[in-house]
């Protein structure tokens, strides 16, 4: 597991590289597989990197709260939802809550969430690799390449996936 994440830490040369398939994606070429594709793998490389090990997401990110988040996350915490969010948030110009800071007020040291059980919905599909649509979160996932090293490997093997089945289908 932790030698996933190595393999990630040093990869910068490789980022740039994954972040231009990952824009060639958004063609045509790839059709309907890419979901299907990305589904498969990310749950493979999911069960092969322990996000305890990591936390770069929580730790580097502001997070999105809804209504909904906000008065879980405040119940479980024995608070008021306006009392969480005097506490923990910001409205965005936008008018959404995000937390104040980065890393995320919730993020205990050993790379825990305090609201781990009620946490945001966001923060549930981080890094949203498996979400139907994946082409359409080409941006997400290009900027995840850096702060994920499951977005990483999930786009690293995909590429190697994906050009084998356009070999296939060049040769037919």
Known sequence: ??????????????????????????????????????????????????????????????????????????????????????????QDVDGTYITMSAPCPMFNADNTCKIYEVRPAVCESYPHTQRTNFKNRVHAHQANLSMCPITFHTVKRMELELSKLGDKQESE
């Open 1 to 90: 597991m932790a030698d996933l994440i190595n393999q990630w830490s040093n990869a910068n040369d490789e980022i740039g590289e994954l972040s231009q398939f990952l824009s060639e994606m958004k063609s045509e070429y790839y059709k309907d597989t890419v979901d299907a594709v990305a589904v498969k793998i990310s749950t493979q490389v999911s069960s092969e990197i322990d996000c305890l090990d990591c936390g770069n997401c929580c730790r580097t990110s502001v997070t999105d709260f809804t209504k909904g988040d906000i008065k879980r996350a405040a119940k479980h915490l024995g608070m008021t939802p306006k009392g969480f969010i005097k506490s923990y948030l910001m």
